[in-house]
């Protein structure tokens, strides 16, 4: 069986991410001020426009109430929204890094096939297996 090919759908604006640019994987900052995202996937339109733009500081310097620390910046020197995207790269190693996200956000057929190709490394194949596992279950509970 070929590779399944997949688009991403932006959590933010939910359009499909441009096959020719990066996806951008956001925080849980980033889920706490939009709980409405739909994974944590984003096209780099949405995570440079200004109506998605955010600073983690009030004007007197603290961090907004409930800020959660950012995984790239863990000692607090974080700003701002952009300080906040976990990693940028190509659909498919966002996918694989994110794969909740993956199969939220429509790769899921690729992820199926992917956890099933001989050769993947056992190691990620276990974990891409466990998370496949996770989503059925939850699915079943619908
Ligand atoms: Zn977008
Ligand atoms: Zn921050």
Redesign the pocket.
């Known amino acids: 069986m070929r590779r399944p090919n997949f688009r991403i759908a932006c959590c933010l604006c939910g359009k499909p991410v441009p096959l020719s640019s990066d996806a951008y994987l956001l925080d849980e900052?980033w889920q706490r001020r939009y709980p409405r995202m739909v994974g944590t996937l984003a096209c780099g339109h949405c995570t440079v426009s200004d109506d998605y733009y955010w600073t983690?500081r009030t004007s007197g310097d603290a961090?907004v109430d409930g800020?959660r620390?950012?995984v790239r910046?863990p000692a607090g020197n974080?700003?701002d929204s952009w300080?906040?995207i976990q990693a940028h790269g190509t659909h498919v190693a966002m996918v694989m890094s994110s794969p909740w996200s993956g199969l939220l956000q429509g790769a899921e057929e690729y992820l199926r096939h992917t956890s099933r190709r001989p050769g993947l490394n056992r190691d990620v194949a276990r974990d891409l297996r466990a998370v496949i596992e996770r989503w059925d279950a939850q699915q079943a509970n619908h």
């Open positions: 900052e983690c961090f800020h620390p950012s910046h974080c700003h300080n906040h």
